[in-house]
């Protein structure tokens, strides 16, 4: 670790559960991001702040002004450019250090195949439910840790899916993938700006611990917050045996 490095990082390294060798472990790793818009802002802020070595980041999608209502890695002089460009830049703002792989892509199964073994954890910040399904399909198949989290309205969710603990749920456990879902999106239901914040935040912080080996995940909780009273709850889960996607027969 170069001078720099120490001096930048030195409030990690002050946490006896990161230390240097917990800060060179992030230094080291590689997170796959999917999604770079209200979730996916702050989480990819933090990672890159903390010093995640490679980031690989992917969206197709553009800036729009609706977004900047929650989106903060993005800016109302980059409307209309790509969120992974946009995103990009905001983060080597905060740290030039970090390797940075920006996809304008549509995160299908093909493309997440490639993407997912290479990967240290993945952090889910799409905002539908295909995509979800398809992310945790591939982090199941590659036993890649997986953070996922969801905001609609005043409603928000994260959990921790690691299938290297044999009775962990993974999303398809509490959110079957053949079930019927009204797919609800906030450009017609609406989201209450700060949550995205919360919860892209945590994704950080879930992923952060599980690259440094720090503490205990939120592997077999599913957290959620009532942001109207500010109320969090938390789930236990267990694994599915029936499950289609980590389950005995899938």
């Known amino acids: 670790m170069t001078d720099d490095q120490l001096l930048r990082y030195s409030r990690h390294i002050l946490l006896d559960e ?4 917990g ?8 997170a796959l991001v999917v999604g770079a818009g209200g979730l996916g802002s702050p989480a990819l802020l933090y990672l890159a702040a903390a ?12 800036v729009d002004l609706t977004n900047l209502q929650r989106q903060i890695a993005h800016t109302s002089a980059r409307v209309g450019q790509s969120k992974v460009a946009s995103a990009s830049q905001a983060m080597r703002q905060i740290n030039d250090g970090v390797q940075l792989t920006a996809l304008q892509q549509r995160a299908d199964a093909a493309l997440l195949e490639a993407l997912v073994p290479d990967a240290d954890v993945v952090l889910d910040c799409s905002d539908n439910y295909a995509t979800r399904q398809a992310i945790n399909a591939a982090c199941v198949r ?3 840790p997986l ?6 309205r005043f409603d ?8 290297r603990s044999a009775h962990t749920a993974c999303y398809a456990c509490l959110f079957p993938p053949g079930a019927h879902f009204e797919e609800v999106a906030c450009a ?3 989201v209450f700006a700060p949550l995205v914040g919360v919860v892209g935040a945590l994704q950080a912080a879930e992923a952060l611990k599980l690259l440094a080996g720090v503490g205990t995940s939120l ?8 942001g109207r009273s500010m109320e969090w709850s938390s789930m236990r889960t267990e694994r599915d045996p029936s499950c289609p996607v980590c389950g005995d027969h899938a």
């Open 18 to 21: 990161i230390g240097i060798e």
């Open 23 to 30: 800060q060179e472990r992030l230094l080291a790793s590689h």
């Open 51 to 62: 010093g995640v070595g490679r980031i690989t980041l992917v969206d197709d999608d553009t």
């Open 142 to 144: 590659h036993a890649r």
């Open 147 to 152: 953070v996922a989290g969801a905001v609609i």
């Open 156 to 163: 928000a969710q994260v959990t921790v899916v690691d299938q």
């Open 188 to 190: 017609t239901l609406g």
């Open 219 to 226: 592997a077999g909780r599913l957290y959620l917050l009532d």
